[in-house]
């Protein structure tokens, strides 16, 4: 049987993925994995050297905290 909870989050924030954590583990009693695949979501392949200052630490932000709780 497969099971779904949906959870709205936003992984660039802590206390955000801290609650996606909390819920998950309220619905089905533990968490054995998260896989973060976010990052670079709605734009298009881009070169380094044309990629927006806020972009880009948006982009750190999320791949290198975003599945960090607990």
Not at 7 to 20: F, N
Not at 27 to 41: C, H, K, P, Q
């Amino acid at each position: 049987m497969v099971r779904a909870h949906a959870v709205s989050t936003d992984v660039g924030d802590h206390a955000s993925t801290e609650h996606l954590v909390e819920e998950a583990v309220g619905a089905y009693g533990r968490l054995d994995i998260a896989v973060n695949n976010a990052a670079g979501a709605g734009h298009s392949p881009t070169l380094l050297a044309d990629v927006d200052v806020t972009d880009y630490d948006r982009a750190q932000t999320i791949s290198l905290r975003a599945s960090a709780s607990r």
